[in-house]
């Protein structure tokens, strides 16, 4: 359905994206998971063709999203990262606006969205609070049935009630043999309807895994209270642990299910007061591997991430 | 009034283009207000004839004669006041068009609809020829109604010409100002550079007669193609039409061409 192949995209001397591949399968949900200024919004924006490609191409079922963009957008429903409305219409007038533009009539399905997000299209949109300018942003993305919806951090500002409809909108739209690619600096928000993630950081894709993968090597935090003065190499050593950190007699580390067993008989050699272990969210699991902390990847790369803050939005 | 851009824009203009008709109309009220005691007071003819030369260039068309109506509004009219109104609008238009949808990052939302860049150009251009010709009417039925009214007596035929040449001033300016802003973005110098251009294609156009330079140069001056033949007196000037239709039809290409190659803002 969609295939980035060598995507790269410079602004001036700075380069927000750097070469990144990926394909997205029919029926697939796909989270592109990032920290603010990895280069999300520009991988998105090229996807829509609103940005030139330094080199590389996109592509949404074979057609070019630069050179045949009227074409991807038949196709494609966008909810942009910063939902922008046309403030002195109302929600009627943009689904009646964009249904000319496409040359449908989408009303009654967007009406029906609507009603299920608890939105209300009479008002005008310089009116509504961010969650509904979210809302009206999503309805003008799924109203035309498209065959791939492309969401830049689509439930940012919506409540978890809401976002529980617009998760089973999204299921429908797959059982129906539609695709999406959805963004988010958060495993949490992806992580009930994505496929498959995608892991960009500062420019580049550093991971693509399938979500059960991911919850297989999920990690189990383990904490133990010693008797006397440990060491963190102690623990360090032993393969697969992760995160160890030793405070005087107090050890804390994440260990994959695998490594308990071994973990486990380091630990008993000592004499222990107090032990736990409890498996981890995977939102844990995931920043441990793929620490998305979003401070120190600012602070890393602060040219990428000032490129992204330039043209995002 | 959302079936296309084109009337979408229109539509984001209503109020805009209301007030400016507004304001034409009580301009023109003012200059027919004023006419009884100008025309009674045939010193003002002389005045003006002995003003500097440069200043009676800059100010008053050719051989304009304050004393009759034709000659009052050539030179308190179309000289000054018409042309500003029509080209602070237009040129607001053109700039706002493809820069102004981004300022207000709503370009993301009008371009994921299936509809070409080029059309979203043209439509924009459409709108601003539409907005700018609206004007040029306004001002025209103006003169001839609220003329009568005063024995400000101008052959209809003759001020529809005026007009024509003064709408087509206008989008010239205009399709510079949209072929900036769809090239660049940037709102501020697509109203800028056409605004610093206007004023010295005026002065040029003016001081022609003065300056050599300026003489050599002076057709260049889309206000040559305005005014220089006089059009309240002498009608249409067809070669003039022509000359502004092919600049204003450069500009549009430029704009489509400048907005297909270039990133949109988000």
């Known amino acids: ?192 309807v994505a496929d498959r993630i995608g892991v960009v950081r500062a420019g580049k894709l550093v991971a693509v895994e399938r979500l059960q993968d991911l919850a297989a090597r999920s990690l189990h935090r383990v904490r133990a209270h010693f008797a006397e003065d440990v060491s963190a190499a102690e623990f360090a050593v032993v393969p697969g642990v992760r995160d160890v950190l030793v405070d005087g007699r107090m050890l804390s580390c994440n260990a994959p299910q695998s490594a308990l067993d071994a973990l486990l008989k380091r630990v008993s050699a000592r004499e222990v007061e107090d032990f736990e272990c409890s498996e981890a969210p995977l939102e844990e699991t995931f920043l441990s591997y793929y620490g998305m902390g979003n401070t120190g990847n600012a602070a890393r790369h602060p040219a990428a991430a000032g490129a992204e803050a330039r043209h995002a939005g | 009034m959302l079936a296309s851009v084109l009337l979408k824009t229109l539509r984001d203009q209503a109020r805009q283009l209301l007030a400016w008709a507004l304001s034409l109309v009580l301009i023109v009220a003012m200059y027919a207000a004023v006419w009884p005691s100008v025309q009674s007071q045939p010193s003002i003819s002389g005045f003006i004839e002995q003003m500097p030369e440069a200043f009676r260039s800059l100010f008053a068309t050719s051989s304009a004669d304050m004393s009759t109506p034709t000659g009052y509004i050539q030179v308190e009219l179309l000289s000054f006041m018409g042309p500003i109104a029509v080209l602070i609008y237009a040129v607001s238009a053109g700039a706002g068009a493809i820069g102004g949808e981004e300022d207000r990052h709503t370009m993301d939302l009008l371009l994921s609809n299936p509809v070409g860049r080029g059309r979203v150009v043209v439509d924009k251009f459409l709108a601003m020829v539409a907005g700018t010709f609206v004007l040029a009417a306004v001002m025209g039925v103006s003169l001839v109604l609220e003329g009568s009214l005063v024995d400000l007596v101008l052959p209809a035929d003759m001020v529809a010409a005026a007009m024509l040449h003064l709408a087509l001033l206008g989008v010239v300016f205009g399709s510079l100002a949209l072929a900036l802003s769809a090239g660049t973005g940037r709102t501020g110098i697509s109203r800028g550079v056409p605004a610093v251009l206007a004023v010295l294609a005026y002065i040029v156009n003016a001081l022609a007669p003065l300056v050599e330079v300026f003489d050599r140069i002076q057709k260049v001056s889309p206000f040559f193609q305005y005014i220089a033949h006089d059009p309240l007196r002498n009608g249409t000037a067809w070669d003039s039409v022509l000359v502004s239709a092919a600049t204003i039809a450069v500009l549009v290409a430029l704009a489509v061409a400048g907005f297909r190659r270039r990133d949109v803002a988000g």
Request: glycine fraction near 10%.
């Open chain 1, 1 to 192: 359905m969609v295939r980035l192949a060598g995507l790269s995209k410079r602004f001036g001397r700075t380069t927000a994206l750097d070469d990144v591949s990926l394909t997205i399968e029919p029926g697939e949900v796909f989270g592109y998971l990032g920290p603010n200024g990895a280069g999300k919004t520009t991988t998105i924006r090229l996807l829509m063709g609103m940005l030139r490609p330094t080199s590389g191409t996109a592509s949404v079922l074979g057609l070019d999203t630069w050179r045949q963009s009227r074409d991807v957008h038949r196709l494609v429903g966008y909810v942009p990262g910063e939902p922008a409305l046309y403030d002195r219409l109302t929600g009627h007038q943009h689904v009646a606006y964009c249904s000319h533009l496409r040359h449908r009539d989408d009303g009654r399905r967007a009406a029906e969205v609507a009603d299920r997000l608890e939105l209300d299209l009479g008002r005008a949109a310089r009116t509504l609070s961010r969650g509904n300018r979210q809302k009206l942003a999503v309805v003008l993305a799924v109203m035309s049935r498209p065959r791939l919806l492309v969401l830049d951090e689509p439930t940012s500002g919506i409540d978890p009630l809401v976002q529980q409809v617009f998760h089973s909108i999204l299921r429908e739209h797959t059982t129906d043999g539609g695709s999406a690619l959805f963004s988010s600096h958060v495993l949490g928000e992806v992580e009930r």
